[in-house]
């Protein structure tokens, strides 16, 4: 996935998405390829075709994010007229692009039939877990409606847990 770093991103934004996206990402790829490449993993093909399912349905989800909020985007920012999103995937977790951006990332490496990518995961979970309080801080600040919202949607990414 290509991301576009503008000038004007707050520092941390650009950060973490030139760095810690660009290398978990890279790395749930490469790491299951050269798996595969090597015979280092077998994986059974009923968990390969529930982690295709899972790419699926969080691919899925994003689909539905990107339908419901308009204003969904790499960097983190607010503009002029942005309002909360609070239908849809937005209706259960806060951020439910993160969420589903992980369930991809779990089930990437296994659908390509690694073990071995598997644990780049707990990186993606790092960078989001960064990136997802570095996000909430503006809009808590900057985005009218969010401290309401978030006291709605008390969820960050798993139901019930965070």
């Not at 707050?10 to 978990?24: A, D, F, M, N, P």
């Not at 990437?108 to 989001?128: D, E, Q, R």
């Amino acid at each position: 996935m290509a991301f576009k770093i503008t000038r004007n991103a707050r520092k941390q934004s650009r950060l973490i998405v030139s760095y810690g996206y660009k290398v978990t990402e890279n790395a749930l790829v490469l790491v299951p390829g050269l798996d595969r490449r090597f015979g280092g993993s077998h994986i059974p093909a009923w968990l390969v075709v529930a982690a295709d399912v899972g790419v699926l349905l969080g691919l899925w989800i994003q689909f539905r994010v990107f339908k419901a909020n308009t204003f969904a985007s790499i960097i983190v920012t607010v503009v002029p007229q942005q309002k909360v999103t609070s239908t849809g995937p937005d209706a259960v977790v806060r951020h439910p692009m993160y969420a589903s951006g992980l369930l991809v990332n779990f089930c990437l490496p296994l659908a390509l039939g690694s073990w071995w990518g598997v644990p780049f995961v707990l990186g993606m979970l790092a960078v989001i877990i960064l990136r997802l309080r570095d996000e909430e801080k503006l809009l808590r600040r900057d985005l009218a409606g969010y401290e309401a919202y978030c006291r709605k949607v008390p969820y960050r990414l798993i139901p019930h847990l965070w």
